[in-house]
Nanobody, 113 residues
Framework: VQLVESGGGLVQAGGSLRLSCAVS??????MGWYRQAPGEERELATLISSADTTYYVDSVKGRFTISRDNAKNTLYLQMNSLKPEDTAMYYC??????????WGQGTQVTVSS
């Protein structure tokens, strides 16, 4: 299984970005987006189940939307109202047993103030 993220970039505060994660093979039942800021540990941002049940950490709730297109084997993350503190490397993950099992290589998101 390979996960390939795209869509990162530089955006001003208040702007939007849409990340994509192309999954080789079948998309996993549970998928998620994690992020890692410089000098920080990687942290969960959002998850989606096979039934499209979603979970968001408080810091992104109401601004980020995770979605999936199973026909295209692609996971998405729509990020609106971006803040400088959202600056991080964003990773797509396929979960098994509730924990990340496969990781993508990451895509950088930088939000300028």
């Amino acid at each position: 299984v390979q996960l390939v993220e795209s869509g990162g970039g530089l955006v001003q505060a208040g702007g939007s970005l849409r990340l994509s994660c192309a999954v080789s093979g079948s998309i996993f039942n549970a998928m998620g987006w994690y992020r890692q800021a410089p000098g920080e540990e990687r942290e969960l941002a959002t998850l989606i189940s096979s039934a499209d049940t979603t979970y968001y950490v408080d810091s992104v709730k109401g601004r980020f939307t995770i979605s999936r297109d199973n026909a295209k084997n692609t996971l998405y993350l729509q990020m609106n109202s971006l803040k400088p503190e959202d600056t991080a490397m964003y990773y797509c993950a396929a979960l098994a047993g509730g924990t990340p099992y496969y990781w993508g290589q990451g895509t950088q998101v930088t939000v300028s103030s």
